[in-house]
């Protein structure tokens, strides 16, 4: 199995919110590359802190997407690429 295949499968110990914003980036990453915390949040009914405190254990994960913080304007920009 490959490693996408068992990242897909299995998301390991992620949180809810973890696992929903897992979901969000994967759907949206082919569209797009940069997310910002808020607007994440918006669509997920969470704050950009919400976000933010849960993209670092995307960030650290090994998982089908990588993840990588990338600027601080009006919030925070991560660099998706799936």
Request: overall charge negative.
């Amino acid at each position: 199995m490959s490693t996408s295949a068992a990242a897909t499968q299995d998301d390991g110990p992620l949180s809810k919110k973890q696992r929903r914003i897992l979901k969000y980036l994967r759907a949206n990453a082919d569209e797009q590359t940069y997310f910002k915390s808020r607007l994440i949040g918006e669509e997920l009914g969470l704050s950009a802190k919400e976000v933010g405190t849960n993209m670092a254990a995307l960030q650290e994960g090994e998982y089908d997407l990588t993840v990588e913080k990338w600027g601080y304007s009006s919030s925070t920009t991560w660099m998706v690429d799936a």
